[in-house]
Structures are given as C-alpha cells and as structure tokens.
Nanobody, 114 residues
Framework: QVQLVESGGGLVQAGGSLRLSCAAS????????MGWYRQAPGKQRELVAS???????TYADSVKGRSTISRDNAKKTMYLQMNSLKLEDTAVYYC????????WGQGTQVTVSS
C-alpha cells in the first residue's frame, strides 16, 4: 500500500506560478503511470498531465505549453510545475499512481485570483 501526499497548492494571482508535489510513502519506480488530475467545483475530474516510467509525458490541451510534469524516483516524488496560471486553473489537484492498483492523494487546492 502506497500513500500519496500532495503539497504546493495555494492562492496565486493570474499569471503566476506554482509547483505541486506528490510524495509517496514508498518506492515509485514500479509505477508505470503517474498523473495529475484536477476537479473544479461542479465539474468532473480531468487528467491534467501524466508521465510514464519511461518518461513519456502527456498534457491536456488546457495546460499544454504552461505546465511540466516530472518525477524523481530517488525522492519518491512527482511534480507539476504550472506557469502563466489562469482563473480556470482553479481546482483541487490530485495525484494518481498506478501499477496493478490505483492510488490517490488527498488533493491540494489551487486558487487563481484576478
């Protein structure tokens, strides 16, 4: 059983930056899929970015060019660097790791103000 803890969320002005972190309680080397999701009020949870064990990344169109996902196996942590934040980036952000099971963090709130 792996526990995930997100951090790095907060209140930021539009145009600003945040780096979200997702720290795992155990090794993350075996996880083939690691991703960041977000859920805004009244909306479905959506995949924002993902990274495979081999380092292949994908991004939602809404964040492409403004965000970078990365993983540090030694630190057992995944990151999401978000730049040029927009009001519509406001949401709770969750990390998700998958191998034979799926693990979720508790979420971290990102609020972008005008």
């Amino acid at each position: 059983q792996v526990q995930l803890v997100e951090s790095g969320g907060g209140l930021v002005q539009a145009g600003g930056s945040l780096r979200l972190s997702c720290a795992a309680s155990g090794s993350i080397f075996s996880f083939n899929f690691m991703g960041w999701y977000r859920q805004a009020p009244g909306k479905q949870r959506e995949l924002v970015a993902s990274i495979t064990r081999g380092g292949i990344t994908t991004y939602a169109d809404s964040v492409k060019g403004r965000s970078t996902i990365s993983r540090d196996n030694a630190k057992k942590t995944m990151y999401l660097q978000m730049n040029s934040l927009k009001l519509e980036d406001t949401a709770v952000y969750y990390c998700n790791f998958r191998d034979s099971a799926s693990y979720w963090g508790q979420g971290t709130q990102v609020t972008v103000s005008s």
